[in-house]
């Protein structure tokens, strides 16, 4: 099962490597429904798993918009919010917050010309990406994280 899933990851970073030019250190930019899974589940530390995951090096961002939205959800978030504070700040240029959701669409633009993999649980954004195109999506489902397969649109 494991090493079946290990294959499957293989191949999808290798079809956005070959297909949109990805390179390593591949750059995760994360959002706050992701940041909550991995405290929630203990996933950490974040950069670890999601170098396990790829089977590669990584390097991981979030937007001010990101960290503003965490913020405001208060005490319940407030590890998640300490641990988006460790990652690299990937710039926005939103000066009046945006909602998360919005920043990282703005961040990835129409083409994500520089090439990041999103991980983030908000479905509405996963469905929105799905769309753009050579944008790698990592979700988490309980104490797993996933790649998932590109879409009929992405290939
Ligand atoms: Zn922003």
Redesign the pocket.
Known sequence: MRVKKEKRHRKIVRFYTACFGFRQPYKVICDGTFMYHLIANQITPADNALATTLAASVKLFT???VIDELKGLGESHSEALQAAHKLTIAR?E?ER??SADA?IM?VIGEKNPEHFFVATRAVDLRKKLQEVPGVPLIFGLRNALFLEQPSTFQR
């Open positions: 937007t001010k918009c926005c939103h917050k945006k920043c703005d």
